[in-house]
């Protein structure tokens, strides 16, 4: 019977798989651009999801009548509200772009420069030229010292001075390295000693008059350098005070208007936050710049001095997000900590959300037990890895995703691809489908394509639903917010739809832009009938209205009837209306144990109770007709015991 | 004493026709007696695997029965068993894979432990290893075919009731075949226990020669099939 039952489902959904390629040719697209898997794993065509609705590149947005310079290595998109941000990254600028009702993009402004105020930079143009000239004198009344040493014959020698100078300068956020710090005292502690014992033995050497002369200068330039130094320190205070906000000097210079501005350079990545002030990770000028919507600067964030930062690293900002509270989370080049956290006033408040080293006890048993001290020594310690990209959602979690792991730690959740950190860093993705969200689940390597998904970007929608990029193959990723996957497409090539260097990708509603560094443009996707559907069952669900999801799940299954997530939403329908039988076919369909486990355990309770006259009988009749049984033997045992005792007596 | 030689038996020209039913009906309550004597083996372990093989209570036939029994259970548990409990991928189960791939390691592992137990004074005989062997897997089948049954009438959250039976049906067998083997070859626990490890060693150096064997008649028959070839082109 179940049998016969099963087959006319096949039946049913071969004829309608037959409807849906018919119904979905005129899309333009071959039925295997989107795809899902099953309970298996194994692949399964589906309709398309998205269609390209528009491609915005050079030529569509006009950019060689505005000023003649097409995209160039765009590296990051940014989209809010109505205005999409994009960093061209090439051509050291963002572009604004403002979508109108039309759905066409046009150019709002180009940004290539901050401005600031002009009292910030005098101050700050006051201190750097009074720390320049406080080194020059350093360096003076190092020629000095040298000069007399030669000419005394001694060691060239460092004066005590020089050491709290030096210590003063690097206070000031210039690009002096602790390693040229470190030297200074070094050499101190080893010369002090000996300069004063071999000075007076070899002042013979050379005339008196020179040596005096000689003398004379440095004293001179000593005392210059003293004066230089107070003036640079009253410099310093005066700039703390006023609340200057340039902190990467070398980056600003006066424009022919007198205006002060800083070029951006190499901008990798923009973010705008709720009051309008946007955030750019200014990565060539080693800065995040915050600036109001009319570019005037607001801060800049330059290089923590904080311990914590290896300061041997260039501060390397790639990608940035802003959240409510106005904190700033950077994710740093070569920094493998976490992402660099700053508060709202500007200030360095640690690392957070660092890709914890799993280090598995076989490893460690042979690092530990049956390796030298040299091989430990040579060998990597366990790391950290960075990620790759950031995003953070409405509810101010951060998305992160990471492409440096295992193959074989995907499978197992190890791996964790992609991420959503709390405030304390911890990653707490809900992962509630049977495999956790990685992209593809298994793949052909060949020469164009290795590997598992290597998700370069991230962007997460309403109700909780991300969609990730993988820039291996070119796909797309939609998850739910219960990481079931929604549906996958995209490729490599050169058509509408495809990408060979997707980068970026962001979301206008349930439309998605996705940006090719390689192909420069963006594609603009706009879901299918399919697509929508699924969204709006989804919001419905989530909405608590159920009855009209089930109905919106119907029409998905009428185009896709292999769709898990249908079945699921389908079955929870059935089983709210106390159809718990059928509710356990569309749960079983869905591969759901616990949700069928419940349905079950609602239907079992039913049939006990409409069945529970039957149950009692055949418990009854089990029980009884045993004892009867054995009672009557026993009689009969009995009888014939008595009769032998009679013939006994 | 097993089916194949009474049928075989039964192929030849009847001398004495009451003679032969007498012998099948000798023969048949032999077997329902040494298939009803697996409940009394697993149940008194000591002395059931003793009477077992030197009393002559068991029989190759019922050994059998309950082989094919249990491959029958492990395949009806992979198609029967409540989806909330076992997921097996119907689509791609092939039924006489599945039970192959039980039978052979099991006689592998019969052979391996005979192999090497002959060497160190055990007192099995293949046979009896074998048989000792089929009687221990009788807890397995008494515990699944039920199971089966009862998983249908639970719920995934009353899992555990059904993954503890299942586990303890299997922890039964292993105990038999450890006590079985014990039994058999008149070993004590630890020297049983080392060979039960040996076994598995043996089972391995067993499929290794045959993988050897099976590669090297391969490539002689390559080598032979490529001669033929080579002769018949200069031929011509």
Redesign the interface.
Known sequence: MRTIKRMIAVMCCLILTAGTVTAFADDGFSTSYTYGYDYWEDYQESPDAYRVRTIVDTSSLGLANLDNQSFRKPQSLFVDGKDLYVCDTGNNRIIQLRVNNKNQFKVTRIITTVTADATNYELAETYYSKAEEYEAAINARVAAEEKLAELTGTESENSEKETPAETEQTETPAEETPAEEAEQPREEVGEGATAENSQPQEEKTASNEEIDAATLALEEAKEKEEQIHQEAIEAEERLKASGCNIWQYEAWHRDENGNVVSQLDAPYDVAVDSLGNIFIADTNNCRIVKMDKDCNLIWEYTKPLDATFDQSQNFLPKKIVVDVAERVYGLCQNINKGLVKFEEDGTFSGFIGANEVSVSMTDYIWKRYFQTKEQRAQTANFVPTEYENIYIDEDGFIYATTTVFSEGDLKWDKAKPIRRLNSLGKDILIKNDHYPPIGDLNWVSGSEATGPSKFVDITVLNDGMYVALDRIRGRLFGYDSQGVMLWAFGTKGNVDGAFNGAISIEHMGHDLLVLDQLKNNITVFEPTEYGSTIYSAIETYQKGEYDESAVLWQDVLKLNTNYTLAFRGIGQAVMRQNKFSEAMEWFKMAHDRESYGRAFKLYRKEWVEKNIWWIILVVAALLIIPLVIGRSKKMKWEVIMHEHSKVRK | MSIAKSASKSMKPARNLSARAEKRKAWRSRYFASLKYSLYVITHPFDGFWDLIHEKRGTIAAANTFLILFLITRVLKLLLTS??FI?A?V??INIFEEMGSLALPFIILCLANWAMTTLFDGKGRFKDIYMAMCYALVPYILIQIPMILVSN?L???EGSFYSVLLSFSVIWCVFLVFVGLMQIHDYGPGKTFIFLIVTVFGAAVIIFLLLVFFSLLQDALSYFLSLYREIVFRLN
């Open positions: 989806f909330q997921m991928p689509q791609y009438m719920t995934y959250e």
